[in-house]
């Protein structure tokens, strides 16, 4: 599945933007849908992940109460909407696709990769 992730931009800190990944196929909802980002210097780090349903999600300690992951299989579309942000979240922000049945925050585990869309945090 290909996997087009769009929503980056600069912004100030406190802010929020809204992050979409949009998937290639019609079978998009047979798979767990992630977050990762990761920093220049840093490893890819998860964010967030939800089910196939959308009905369970999982969140970073840091991404708990700021952010939200939600997904919409009519539109093979998963968003991260991201409240409160900090220098700190500032990253290239990757989607994934997982095909297996249960939400991991493993990034070895995630099959598809999109591009990644820049998030840039200004204090």
């Known amino acids: 599945v290909q996997l087009q992730a769009s929503g980056g931009g600069l912004v100030q800190a406190g802010g929020s933007l809204r992050l979409s990944c949009a998937a290639s196929?019609?079978?998009?909802?047979?798979?767990?849908m992630g977050w990762f980002r990761q920093a220049p210097g840093t490893e890819r780090e998860f964010v967030a992940a939800?089910?196939?349903?959308?009905?369970?999600?999982s969140y970073a300690d840091n991404a708990k109460g700021r952010f939200a992951i939600s997904r919409d299989n009519a539109k093979n579309t998963v968003y991260l909407q991201m409240n409160s942000l900090k220098p700190e979240d500032t990253a290239v922000y990757y989607c994934?696709?997982?095909?297996?049945?249960?939400?991991?925050?493993?990034?070895?585990?995630?099959?598809?990769w999109g591009q990644g869309t820049l998030v840039t945090v200004s204090s």
């Open positions: 196929e019609r079978t998009f909802s047979r798979y767990v």
């Open positions: 994934a696709a997982d095909s297996r049945s249960y939400i991991s925050r493993y990034k070895y585990d995630y099959d598809f």
């Open positions: 939800i089910s196939k349903s959308g009905g369970s999600t």
